[in-house]
Structures are given as C-alpha cells and as structure tokens.
T-cell receptor
Framework: DSGVTQTPKHLITATGQRVTLRCSPR?????VYWYQQSLDQGLQFLIQ???????AKGNILERFSAQQFPDLHSELNLSSLELGDSALYFCASTRASGFLDTQYFGPGTRLTVL | DAKTTQPTSMDCAEGRAANLPCNHS???????VYWYRQIHSQGPQYIIH???NNETNEMASLIITEDRKSSTLILPHATLRDTAVYYCIVRKNYGGSQGNLIFGKGTKLSVKP
C-alpha cells in the first residue's frame, strides 16, 4: 500500500460525458502527478500540481483539466469523452516537487468509455 | 532525458536471481538511473535508483557500469510475485519543477515455478 488513494476504482461511461477522478496523496506530500496508461501509448505524464499550483504539463488534452485543493487532494476532470480516452489513470505523489523525489503511485482508476 | 533500451521480455525460474539489463548509452553525468515496476495494471512501484555507485535495498540491487552506459537490476531470489513489467528510467538532475517520469515499454519479467 503506497498511501495514495484513488477513487473510483472503475468508471464506465458513454461518449460525450464528463467524469471526475479523485486522488488523495500520501500524508505530508505536496505534489501530485497524473498519468494515463492506454494499451497503445503506455504510461504518459499528463499534469503535475504542487501545493495547489499547476507546475508542469505533459500530453494533456484540452478536454482534460485538473486542480489541487487546499487539503492537497487532486481531481482530474475529463470531458467530451471519446472511446480513445478509455485507459487506466494513475496519480502519484511526492513530498516536494523536485526531480529526485520518489513518486508513490495510487492503485489507479480504470475508465471505460462506451 | 536520455533514452533507455530494455529487452521486451525475460523469463526467470523461481528462487533464482533475475538480472534485468538496461542500456542508456547517451546518459549524461547528472542523470540518475531509476527502476520502477508495474504488477499487472497496478500502480507502478519504485524499486531503486542510483547515480554511479552500485546500490542495494531490501528489494533489489542496482549495478551501474563504470562508464554509466548500462545498468542491471538484480532481484536476488525471484518469486512468482515479482512477475511484472520493469521500467528503467533515466532522470535529469536539475533544479527545477519538472519531476515527471518518462516511461518506456519496459521488460516483462515472467517468473516461472
């Protein structure tokens, strides 16, 4: 158990819909990273937040957005969903925002878009 | 970040040492070698990291060649629970805010009874 929690575990929805994935970092961790893992693309970095502020962006679509709240949990919002958005979504947390911090991953949310 | 090359898959007998190679011939002096693994659709799990010296922890050992162009992750006594995809990742050492991991395809290790 990494100490990072993600909800829900599974999500099934239809094309065009909007969903919200939630991540609670380990106690004391200030930084949250979001990753997407699809069959054809592998694990891809989406976005990072540190202490409430966006810190880095990766291959995140404009239909996707995220935020980190004062209690440090983070939410990833996916809208206008397409079949290709079906994937595993992981969040990871670190103590700080730096390059050498070990990232602890949550168990993921499996999103299925029908 | 430097590119890494890993074999697509490997087999290992249970109880034997699993040696997973990684080539990172373009690594620069301030880049670290990290290893993570992912057990069947679970979240990736940190294993070990190093700069130039060999490292050992309770999970594994990391051997980095003197020229730092390759490394080997060693699981000393592989068990069936070590069956996973193992990712070798090279990370830059720079002050700044971008700390995301760049995953390649990794090595699928199958530990067999």
């Amino acid at each position: 158990d990494s100490g990072v929690t993600q909800t829900p575990k599974h999500l099934i929805t239809a094309t065009g819909q909007r969903v919200t994935l939630r991540c609670s970092p380990r106690s004391g961790d200030l930084s949250v990273y979001w990753y997407q893992q699809s069959l054809d693309q592998g694990l891809q970095f989406l976005i990072q937040y540190y202490n409430g502020e966006e810190r880095a962006k990766g291959n995140i679509l404009e239909r996707f957005s995220a935020q980190q709240f004062p209690d440090l949990h983070s939410e990833l919002n996916l809208s206008s969903l397409e079949l290709g958005d079906s994937a595993l979504y992981f969040c990871a947390s670190t103590r700080a925002s730096g390059f050498l911090d070990t990232q602890y991953f949550g168990p993921g949310t499996r999103l299925t878009v029908l | 970040d430097a590119k890494t090359t890993q074999p697509t898959s490997m087999d290992c007998a249970e109880g034997r040492a699993a040696n997973l190679p990684c080539n990172h011939s373009t690594i620069s002096g301030n880049e670290y070698v990290y290893w993570y693994r992912q057990i069947h659709s679970q979240g990736p799990q940190y294993i070990i990291h190093g700069l130039k010296n060999n490292e050992t922890n309770e999970m594994a050992s990391l051997i980095i060649t003197e020229d730092r162009k390759s490394s080997t992750l060693i699981l000393p006594h592989a068990t069936l629970r070590d069956t996973a995809v193992y990712y070798c990742i090279v990370r830059k050492n720079y002050g700044g805010s971008q700390g995301n991991l760049i995953f390649g395809k990794g090595t699928k290790l199958s530990v067999k009874p």
